[in-house]
């Protein structure tokens, strides 16, 4: 082999994310050096993006792993009959290497996300930027529903009605919470119950600037005290139903819940469990197949 790592490239439909959520931790048993989840939005890069309702998983082993690695992939892959896996050597330097097709994220005209080495880039053409290192586990801004998240969150910056107070749940890398504080909030808190999530946002906050501003702990959504004028929660849909009524807590009078991780298909169940709880539905917007639903205290 050219080098000592592979590169494993699974093909596999996204009929239902939740579904993939098996094969999500066959990746993790197998992946030391790392793995790339690629929809069809991913950036520009050597090879075609994904079709549309296709979802490419780049996993990295090392050589003398390769066939256990394969093994147990290729069971997890059993259930998706028209799934394909295919591997190939990555030669000596792939590690730094692949930085070179890592671009920006584009939130907005004035917003966006980039990875530490092309921070500089963006801060010269006077624009905000989020520096995250695309190595973490919790996102990076690259999915849909991040990126929805950031749109609203840039957009009440701009017409001035972002709150001076942001609750993030399910805070991840801390992305959201991160870009509140950097778009004007000035006391943003995040949980997520992942204890390895807070500890990588409060990094990413440091990195940012925004430490002051800006905390994140595993307190459960239960047991975080107060109401927040804004609260934002990117979750999967089986999550904010279990949470709903927790989550519906903490919005202030007259406060706002934005609800992504949602699917097209799933906005009227999300309504109909949210709504009963005091609150009105304002608007859902989509990207692909995901939206954000924007809901007020009533």
């Known amino acids: 082999m050219a080098g000592e790592w592979v590169e494993l490239r699974l093909m ?16 993790l048993t197998v992946a030391p ?5 690629e929809g069809s939005d991913a950036p520009p890069g050597d090879d075609p993006k994904p079709e549309p309702g ?15 690695a394969r093994a147990r992939l290729t069971s997890a892959l059993s259930r998706w009959p028209q799934a394909r896996l295919a591997s190939a050597p990555l030669p000596q ?8 097709w890592f671009f920006p994220i584009e939130v907005s005209p004035r917003l966006v996300v980039a990875p530490p080495w092309r921070a500089a880039e963006v801060e010269a053409q006077g624009r905000e930027v989020l ?9 990076t801004g690259q999915h849909e529903t991040t990126r929805l998240c950031l749109e609203a969150l840039d957009a009440m910056s701009e017409a001035q009605e972002l709150p001076a107070e942001v609750l993030d749940v399910g805070c991840g890398t801390g992305v959201l919470a991160i870009a509140a504080a950097r778009l004007g909030a000035t006391k943003v808190y995040g949980n997520d119950v992942d ?11 440091e990195v940012n600037g925004v430490a002051d501003r800006v905390r994140f702990d595993a307190t459960p959504i239960e ?5 927040w004028p804004l609260v934002v929660a990117n979750i999967m849909t089986h999550i904010l139903l279990s949470m709903r009524e927790a989550l519906a807590a903490r919005v202030a009078p007259g406060g706002t819940l934005l609800l992504s991780g949602i699917l097209r298909d799933q906005v009227p169940e999300i309504l109909g469990a949210f709504v009963p709880l005091g609150l009105e539905h304002v608007e859902t917007v989509a990207r692909n197949d995901w939206v954000r639903v924007h809901l007020r205290r009533r």
């Open 12 to 27: 596999v439909p996204e009929t239902d994310p939740l579904s993939l959520e098996p094969l999500d931790e066959a990746v």
């Open 33 to 37: 050096g790392g793995f790339v989840v």
């Open 54 to 68: 296709w979802v490419r998983y780049r996993v990295y082993v090392g050589a003398a792993e390769l066939e256990g």
């Open 93 to 100: 330097g792939w590690r730094d290497r692949w930085r070179e």
């Open 131 to 139: 520096v995250v290192e695309p190595g973490m586990a919790f996102g």
């Open 195 to 205: 204890p390895q999530a807070p500890r990588a946002a409060n990094d990413n906050a």
């Open 223 to 227: 047991r975080v005290e107060g109401t």
